[in-house]
Each structure stands twice: as C-alpha cells, then as structure tokens.
DNA sequence: TCTTAAATATGATTTTTATCATATTACTTC
DNA sequence: GAAGTAATATGATAAAAATCATATTTAAGA
C-alpha cells in the first residue's frame, strides 16, 4: 500500500500535530525515539516534507519541526504524495498499463470499489482530525 | 499493495487457467510475451509456484506448465501468500507492531474495513472464476 | 560578533527486490 | 539408449528502497 517511507512520515506528521506548536517546537531526536524510526532516516523524511510545506521547521537553537495551522489542514493523501508520487496510487493492482472501468483487469472488479474508498478516506481526513481521535482515546500513535 | 512478483504471478496463473490444459501445456516462452514479464523472471517465478502445488508443469519435450483441476480451484490469495508471504497482508498499514482492534493506529479505522473487504473477495475467488470472467470478456488480461 | 544548536544539503552504504544467465535433470521420441 | 527439449536449481547482476553519515547553513543568545 504505502512505502516504509510514507508510513514513516504520516508517523512523524501525526506525532508533531499531537506534540507540537509553533511555541514547542520538536527536533528530530525527539521524533525519532517516541515514533520508533531511526533518526537519520526520519530526518531525511522531514527535511522533505518541510520543504513540501507539509510541515515547518526553524533552524538553529530553539529550533525545531512543528505544525502550523496550514500543515494541520493537509490531508494523509497530501503526505503520502510528497513522499510516494501520485502514480502508484491509481495504478492498476496487476500492473497493466492504466487502471480503467472499461478494460478492466480480472482483479479490478473485486477490489477497485474498496480501493477507491481507501483513497476517499485518506483525501478527506485532515492531519488534524486524525490527530483528535487520538487525543480523544480513539486511535493510538506508538511504536 | 502487491509486490511485482506477485502481480506476475496472478497473471501468469491466469493466463495458464485460460489457455492451457494438461493436453495443451504452455512453454514459458510462450507465457512471457503474452503477459509482457521478462522470460528469465517469470521462468523463476513460474518454478516456485509449480513447487507449490499452485500450478503443474511437467518437462522435457512436450513438456510445459499447467492448471490441473485443484490448481484451478486454489484462490488468489493463495498464489500472493506462496509469493509474497504471509505477514504482510495483515500487517498495521503504519508499521505498529501488529494491527488490532483493540489498539487501533490512526488509520486503522479509516482503512480496515476496506482492507477486510479486499482480503475475503481475494480469498473467495477461486482462479477458474477469475477466468471464466475473462471468457465471459467480463474482465481482460492483456500486458 | 562569536559560539553553539539546530535544520539542510548531499551523498555513501546496506538491504531488498527485480532481473538475467547457465549448468543440471527429467521426459519423449526415434 | 541416444538425442534433443523443456523445466529445475542455483546463483550472479542491476535497480530501487531503506538506512546511515557528515559537512554546511541559519538562527539565538551571550
Ligand atoms: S484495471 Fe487492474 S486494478 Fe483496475
Ligand atoms: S492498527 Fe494500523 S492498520 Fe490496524
């Protein structure tokens, strides 16, 4: 479904949302551990998603990555793209040139109606209410 | 979702169930054209399935690879479990430890139910079903 | 303005996945 | 039973993804 990578980083996006202002900000060491992600790779992935305004950062002391509220209205989808492309998450599951309705692959018609709502979901969740469910008890963002 | 391997694999199973029987078994040369999957690779691919049990070959002259009829009754699931493995079909699509109800990840609740879905229609479908919409010209297995 | 603390840029290494190549074994047919 | 054909076993190479390492730049505070 998604990388090691995109996974990783809605991690981190999700642990900044729940942790962070713009007054507390978060260095990567202190991402790193709590998320279970080995700190240079979660670095690498956060200098991108900065540079991708999927979150923000300041550097030297008192530095820090946090979320401002224009990163807290972005979606996962908006994550995942930064990180994975767009292609691969309309590609057709065997593989065939295009994933379409009118030639459809024998696998299309038993998953495309899942996958399609997979994708709805994950365009219409804001970083933001994801968070909320969990400060709420209803989701859980450990290791 | 699935690896590559296992995309070659579905089709190349499916090609088989669609045109080969075990009076007209089909050389790999035969296979890899028609599914566009180079010949070294699927040749490897179609060896690990044959060992298996998920499809018959026989060598030789005359020889060739085969669906016998409890090939043609294993599901699809099957042939991704023999190829990719297990684990991560069930895997938590953030990478927690294992994906539970009971402590669900973020994403847990905006994903399962759909991934549920996907998992039992590709463990109801049987290849010859698969196939038989492709007869029915229900569904195309092209490159 | 100097020192220090942090992100950033860049790229090297390792691991996994995908791909390619070939010698060996088994089955047919003559 | 010899010859030829096709799968099998085995392993090498290439490409991509994941992981690690470090010199550079920017901002804060003394
Ligand atoms: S055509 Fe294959 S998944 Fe849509
Ligand atoms: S706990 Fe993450 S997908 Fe189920």
């Known amino acids: 479904m998604f990388s090691n990578s995109s996974k990783y980083a809605i ?3 999700l642990f900044l949302a729940i942790n962070s202002t ?3 900000k978060i260095m990567v060491k202190d991402i790193s551990i709590p998320i279970n992600v080995p700190k240079a790779y979660i670095a690498k992935l956060l200098q991108e998603l900065a540079k991708k305004n999927m979150i923000s950062s300041v550097r030297g002391p008192k530095g820090g990555f ?5 990163n807290l209205n972005r979606t996962v989808l908006d994550v995942v793209r930064v990180i994975d492309g767009e292609k691969k998450l309309n590609a057709c599951m065997l593989s065939l040139k295009k ?3 009118e030639k459809p692959c024998p696998l299309h018609n038993i998953l ?3 996958r399609n709502k997979i994708l ?3 365009k219409n969740k804001r ?4 968070a909320y469910e969990v400060t709420l008890g ?3 963002l450990p290791l």
């Open 11 to 13: 991690k981190s996006v």
């Open 22 to 24: 713009e007054n507390k």
């Open 66 to 70: 946090y979320l401002n509220e224009e």
């Open 99 to 101: 994933c379409n309705e």
């Open 112 to 114: 495309s109606e899942s």
């Open 120 to 122: 709805k979901n994950l």
């Open 127 to 130: 970083i933001k209410d994801l």
């Open 138 to 140: 209803n989701s859980f």
